[in-house]
Each structure stands twice: as C-alpha cells, then as structure tokens.
C-alpha cells in the first residue's frame, strides 16, 4: 500500500479529534493535560507530513518549536496540577472555577 | 611518541572521573562522609585565619582501600602523563625544538565553521574558518608542559600526606587531576579557543578547590570572588579572541602569527585593541592589578592548591598566554606601554602589602602577586624570555615556599599566624631548610634561580625602549629593584618569625609540633634542588649561556623594528645592574634579620607605632577590597537601583505631573459640561449595557471545558461557513 499524504491527514485528525475530545469531556486533570498533549502532536504530524510533501523544512522546524513549547506547557501544567491539588485535594477540573465572574 | 601526545592530558581526565565515580559511590555507602558540616566544625567558619588545614573537620576518614585507590590513580596519573610528556619532548628533540621544530597533533575537526559538509566543497571566504581540535607541541609549550607536570606530580605526592586525614580525600584528588587536564589542555592547545576551554577549566577547577572546604562561609565566599572577578577578565579575552578570528579569519597559533609576523603593517592598527583585550583576560586570570583581588583570598583553599594553582601553574597562564601572542604584542607598542606599566606597578603595590602581613599564606600569596607583576614588567618591555624564564624559576621556588608553609601549618596542626609561631627551625628541621633555600632563591640570592630570571628581568627592563614615554624604563626599573629589596625583606620577615626566636602558640601546640612525612618531605627536597639549579638555564654573560633564550627563539623571534632588547647588553653594565640588585637584595635580608630575628620585632612596631596611618594603610591592603565592596557591590548593586529610581522619581516624573497639572486645569473647564449633558446619556447606556450583561455572565462558568467547547464549537462554525460559501 502507497502511502499518501492523505493517511497521515487522516490519523492526524483522529489524533487532535481524541485529544479535544479528551479536553472537553474528561474531568481529571491529568487526563486533560494529556489530551492536551495529543492534540499539540497530531499537529506536529500534521507539520511534519506537508513539510515532507512540499520539500520544505520550516514545517519541521515548526514542530520543533512545537516540541519545546510542549515541554514548558507540560511542566507548567503539571506544577498547576500540584497547587491545585494542594489547595482542593481534587483533581476535578469542575472545581476550579472560583474565578468565575 | 609525539603522536601520544594526547595522552598528556588524558590521563590526568581518566584519573578525575575514576576518582570522581569512585568518591560518590563510596560516599553513598558509607554515608554522609565529608559532606554535612558537623555542629563541630562551625565556629571555625568565624575565624579566616584557620583556612585551609588538613585537620580542620574530623569526620569518618575515607575507607583504606579506597583511599589507596584514590592516591595511586590520582598521583599515577600525573606522574604518567609527565612521562609520556617528556617522552614526547625528548622524541621531538631539545636541539631541533630550538630549532623551530614543532608537532601539531590534529585530533579531530572540531568547528567546521565554513566548509559544506554535504559536498565537502569550501564556499568561497569562508575556507579558512574552522577550528581543530589539535595540539601542538614547540619550544614554548615543551617548557611549560615539562614544569607543570613535573611539579603538578610533585604536589600530587605532597598532598597525599597533607590531605591524608581528610574526609574528602577523593574529592580533592579528582578536582586535582581535574586541574591538571584543563591546565595541560591549556598549555597543549594549537588554537585561542582550545587555549579558552582550557583557560576556564582551570578557572573551574580553582574555584572548586578554593571552596574545597565549602561548610567554611569564608572559603565558599572566596571561591565566589575568585570565580566572579575572573569573569572580568574573560570577558576581556573572549572580545580578544574575537578580534582575533575577525582580522585573521582562523583562530590556529601558527597560521595567526605567520599571518602577523608577516604583514605587520596591515594588522598593527588593529593590534592595541586586540592585545588589550587579551591582556584584560591575562590581567583576571594572573591577578594583576586591578584584578589581584581574589589571589589572596584563594588562600583559603589548601595549602598544595594554593602552591598548585595559585603560584606554579594557573597564575601564570596568564604571562603563558602573552607570551605566545607575542607577536601579536610587538606589533602595538601602546599594548606593551600598559602591560609594563601594570606589571611594574603590581610588583611593587603587592610587595608592599606582603610587608605586613600577618598570615604566613597571605604573605607568600601578595609575594606571588608581586612576582607575576614582575613576569608582566617583562612581558612589557619586550623581554618574553626573561618572563618565561621567572615564570620557571618562580613555579620552583614558590611551589617549594608554599609547600613548606603547608608542613609548618601542619606542624602546627592549623596554625597560620605568624604571630604564634617562632622556633621552629629546629624542630622541623627539613622544612626549615628547604624554606630558606627558597627563600633566598626568590630573594635573588646570587646563583640561585631567582637571581638569574630577576636580573634578566632587570636588565632588559634598563634597556627597553618606549618611544612614547622616554623616561618610563628608568622609573619602571627603580620601582623593580625597589621591589626586589622588598620582597627579600618580607620573605626574611617571614622566616625570621617563624623559625627563629622563642615560640610564641600555645603550649599544647608546641608539644604537637613535629616534621612531616616523608610524602611531603621528599617534593619539598626536589623542589628545593629546582630551587638552586632552576636558574642554570640562563645565565648571562657566559658565552652560551642563556640556554632558555636559544630554546625559545622560534617561538619568540625577534622583530625587525620592534624594542630589540633581546641582545645582550655590554658586559659592565650586565655585571652593574647584578651588583645592584643583590646589594639592594641583601639589604632587604639584613634589614628582616636584624628587626625580626634579634630585634625580636621593636623596630618594626615603633615604626607602626610613628606612622599609624601608613600601617594601617597596608594593614588593610589600601583598603582595595573596601573601595571595590562600595563601588561595584554597593555602588552598582545596590546604590544603582537607588539612583535609578531618584531618577524616575524626579526627571521622568516631571513628565506625567506637568501633564497631570495641565490635564486638571482642562477637567474643571469640561466637568461643568460632563456632570449636565453627557453623564445622562451615559448613565442611560450604562443601564442597558448592566442588564444585557446580566445575562452573558451566566456564560462565564469558570468551566474551562466549556470555554474549550465554545471555542470548538466557534470554529466548527467558521470553517463550515468557509466550506460552503467559498
């Protein structure tokens, strides 16, 4: 089977379809930020598979960048997730929503 | 052989990490070792003067086998990697090194800068540009490289008696050989940037044995002063490095200096900025002076470091390095001016410190100072040889004067005041011995070391030529010679009060006195032979004599039109400027001998006592320390943040309150306008836009998923919108 641009267009969608579907459904934090996580890599195959197609590598270079913004969202997050879960003793995304207006 | 020259600097490297690997594993298992600082030890982090002594924390010893481990591979190593350096010397050759014969060992391309990798081709200008990772071997670093690890090894042996009872044994082995890669890197380099990555290893390897004893806030604080004030001087060498690699578009020593010595006229412009920025970086890393700051605190490191680094070895990199860019240096004869004039001036600014000084290290320390002001006075007026040369004797006998001030200290079981000492001579007779024989090596005694690379210093210093300033050398040699009395009077103070007369400690202390063993005693004994024969490579007026001149001749040739004081001056005046350097020498001796040793120290306190001010001045080593804390931590640090802020508060705030004013004046006119007309129809809008938005701010949940879903829910929009109507 040849493998087109269109296969990795296809699990790249199924991809960040999961991960913000993960996003909006989950309640435990840790799910979301893995979620969160999915999506940002179904787009670096996204990057990555036009960067392929067009012979050009700013797309993998963008997915670096991706990579690394990654890193910093992920430790961000989970720091989120220890004071949070310090001050509620939850992890349930519902309950964080005292600065509602 | 001389393609083994790698291992030169490789073993003392594998030597660091299977000491490295070999303390932490150890230290795991048996516990907390050296590491915490015992309630025990504490108060003697008040006291600067017990730095640095071998019985300072008396915590769980290392375990036998592994501290035989640690003393056969951290000496071995050294003592390896010294014969495989002489080995190579000797494969190359003494006479053909003299010669010009050199042996550049490329291992491997380190900075391909400017050649296409994919190809292979060189893209135009850019074909030169790249660094190597390579070595090289001339009659320059053949030098540097048969001292450094002869008396590096040396020191190795002595500090397995000095440290023996230490908790960190292993520690200090791996720093040490850790040392001695970075150093030999330093000295083996063929390029500036191999030559830097080995110019901060040391710096490394010296703030982390300075702060060895890092429970102790002073010794961490000096290794932070250390560390920090070199950073100054880096700055400068890196800016040189970059000029450098700017005008000759290659960074290789051999391809910089053919370049330079060829084409003078095209890079001579060029050359003052270039060598003051490279002096700046010699400056920091040999304590010059308005960077010698953190020397004599390092002292707080222990006592074979400080012989180590901080007087054979690192300090004079600094001198090392000027003198291979010599080339560069002739060709800006306002560079040479400024390095003569700091070095004469630190000569003579640190000896007269080391006059009162009352801590047997920081003696010896200001005195290194004080010596390296001499390498660069040298450096200065053109005579590299003759600063090459001390910097050779100075690595012997000061080695051996701070290797026998660490066998007093140990004696004395931590004692550094000289005030507390006296007696001693008989006691530890070896140590005593050898310590005078240095220290009439570094008083110019005549026919010891010092004598023959002080007076060649001397001498070329009264011949040198500045076209600037005509009457520069005169002075600048009075200040030397003044100097040289100095320092032979400070060194006989020093052993006046510590092996003559009555001992002044404790009793406890004078039961506890007692001769090193044999592990210190033997370096000491060698380095004291050094001592006298080390000078024997130059000797003037003998025809062929100046044996170091010859060897160094390719490395430091004589310029056409540059100060050409390599020629020997006449004979008489050669044989003058001897007579009155050991007359203002032996001076200096008479003068310490007399005061300190059966004046028992009266003169020298109605002199303080007359002139209160001036010994309070040098007491407190002119206050530098002081006008630094308040000019640049304080000043800068904090008082900038100050000064910052007044200016806000008054300049730029002028800004906003003249506008506030003018704004006041125009708001009472429109109030009168407001309060009628428009707060009605404001008031109005207002009402409606409050009950509208009772309504959105039930969408504000505070749910982020439902702030997602909305999001989602925006773009689905957007893009279907998108789909169907393009």
């Known amino acids: 089977m040849n493998i087109t641009i269109n296969h990795y267009l296809v699990v790249s969608f199924l991809l960040f379809s999961i991960g913000f579907l993960g996003v909006l459904v989950r309640r435990n934090f840790l799910t979301v930020l893995m979620s969160v996580e999915l999506m940002l890599n179904a787009v670096n195959l996204n990057l990555i598979a036009f960067s392929r197609r067009l012979s050009d590598l700013t797309g993998q270079v963008f997915s670096v960048f991706v990579i690394t913004i990654a890193a910093g969202e992920a430790a961000i997050g989970l720091a989120l997730t220890i004071s949070l879960f310090r001050q509620r003793r939850t992890l349930n995304v519902e309950e964080a929503s005292s600065m509602r207006g | ?726």
């Open chain 2, 1 to 726: 052989m001389r393609d083994l020259l790698w291992l030169v600097p490789v073993f003392p490297l594998l030597g660091f990490l299977v000491n490295g690997i070999v303390y932490l594993a150890s230290h795991r298992t048996h516990g907390s070792g050296g590491h915490a600082p015992g309630p025990g030890t504490q108060p003697e982090a008040e006291s600067s003067t017990a730095a640095g002594h071998p019985h300072a924390h008396g915590h769980a010893e290392t375990a036998p086998k592994w501290k035989t481990l640690h003393t056969v591979v951290g000496t071995g190593s050294v003592g390896l990697s010294c014969l495989v350096a002489f080995a190579a010397i000797l494969d190359l050759g003494i006479g053909p090194l003299s010669q010009g014969a050199h042996h550049v060992l490329t291992l491997w391309r380190w900075i391909p800068l400017g050649v296409n990798q994919a190809t292979g081709q060189v893209p135009g200008p850019l074909a030169e540009w790249v660094v190597d990772f390579a070595l090289r071997l001339d009659s320059l670093s053949a030098l540097m490289l048969a001292f450094v690890t002869f008396v590096g090894f040396l020191i190795h042996v002595y500090s397995v008696g000095y440290m023996g009872h230490d908790a960190g044994y292993g520690r200090y082995f791996a720093y040490l050989n850790l040392f001695m890669f970075s150093m030999l890197t330093l000295v083996l380099a063929a390029n500036f940037l191999l030559l830097f990555v080995g110019w901060e290893g040391v710096g490394l390897c010296s703030y982390l044995l300075i702060g060895y004893d890092y429970h102790k806030k002073f010794a961490a604080d000096a290794g932070k002063k250390a560390f920090v004030v070199n950073r100054i001087g880096d700055f400068g060498f890196i800016l040189g490095i970059f000029g450098v690699f700017a005008l000759f578009g290659s960074l290789d020593f051999g391809k910089v200096f053919s370049a330079a010595a060829s084409q003078p006229a095209i890079y001579a412009p060029y050359m003052t900025v270039v060598c003051l920025c490279l002096f700046l970086g010699a400056v920091g890393k040999s304590a010059q002076f308005p960077l010698y700051v953190w020397l004599p605190d390092a002292m707080a490191g222990p006592t074979p470091v400080s012989a180590l680094i901080h007087a054979a070895t690192m300090v004079t990199a600094g001198v090392y390095m000027v003198a291979r860019c010599n080339v560069l240096f002739r060709l800006s004869p306002d560079a040479l001016l400024v390095v003569a004039v700091i070095g004469g001036f630190t000569a003579l600014f640190a000896a007269t410190i080391g006059l009162v000084q009352n801590d047997i290290k920081k003696v010896l320390a200001y005195s290194t100072v004080s010596q390296l002001g001499y390498m660069f006075l040298a450096c200065g007026v053109g005579a590299f040889v003759a600063g090459m040369f001390h910097v050779v004797t100075h690595a012997f006998f000061k080695a051996c004067l701070f290797l026998g001030s660490g066998s007093v200290i140990h004696a004395l079981g931590g004692e550094q005041d000289l005030r507390r000492m006296g007696g001693l001579a008989r006691k530890i007779p070896i140590t005593y011995r050898t310590f005078l024989v240095a220290t009439f090596a570094i008083a110019g005694v005549p026919l010891l070391a010092g004598f023959f690379s002080k007076d060649a210093i001397l001498a070329a210093v009264f011949e040198s030529h500045f076209a600037r300033a005509p009457w520069l050398p005169k002075v600048l040699w009075t200040a030397a010679l003044f100097t040289a009395g100095l320092t032979a009077f400070y060194m006989f103070r020093l052993v006046s009060l510590a092996f003559y007369g009555k001992f002044r400690g404790s009793a406890e202390q004078e039961a506890h006195v007692h001769e090193s063993p044999r592990s210190m005693t033997v370096p000491l004994v060698v380095l004291a032979f050094l001592s006298v024969v080390g000078g024997w490579i130059g000797i003037p007026i003998l025809r062929g004599g100046d044996r170091i001149g010859e060897f160094l001749a390719p490395v430091v040739p004589a310029l056409a039109g540059a100060h050409a004081v390599e020629h020997a001056p006449a004979i008489s005046l050669e044989l003058a400027l001897m007579a009155a350097s050991v007359a203002v020498a032996m001076v200096g001796l008479f003068l310490a001998w007399t005061w300190y040793a059966k004046g028992e120290g009266r003169v020298p306190a109605q002199l303080a006592a007359r002139f209160p001010r001036l010994y309070r001045t040098l007491e407190n080593k002119y206050f530098v320390d002081e006008i630094y804390e308040a000019a640049f931590v304080e000043g800068l640090a904090k008082g900038g943040g100050r000064f910052l802020w007044e200016v806000d508060a008054t300049v730029v705030d002028l800004i906003p309150n003249g506008a506030a004013a003018g704004t006041l004046g125009a708001s009472a006119v429109s109030q009168a306008f407001d309060k009628n007309l428009v707060d009605g129809a404001v008031n109005g809008v207002a009402d409606s836009f409050q009950r509208g938005f009772q309504l959105l701010r039930r969408s504000q949940t505070g749910r982020v998923q439902n702030y997602a879903l909305v999001m989602g829910g925006g773009l689905f929009c957007i893009v279907a919108v998108y789909l169907i109507f393009r």
